[in-house]
């Protein structure tokens, strides 16, 4: 009796034990892709603030 009972109960913690680990790699996955846009938009943010300054100082001139 113990043996069949053992069965479902190491299922069980194989599962929560897979559902745990999915769940940390997903969030280093997102935590990437975050810290990536977040360079992107800051890359972005730069080279539009020194488009507008060209374009003002040509208009200045």
């Known amino acids: 009796m113990e ?28 935590t990437m892709l975050s810290i990536q846009l977040d360079e992107a938009h800051e890359r972005l943010q730069n080279r539009m603030g020194s488009f507008k300054v060209v374009r003002c100082s040509q208009h200045l001139a």
């Open 3 to 30: 043996k069949a009972s053992s069965g479902p109960n190491n299922v069980a913690k194989a599962t929560v034990a897979l559902s745990v680990v999915s769940i940390l790699i997903l969030g280093a996955v997102l």
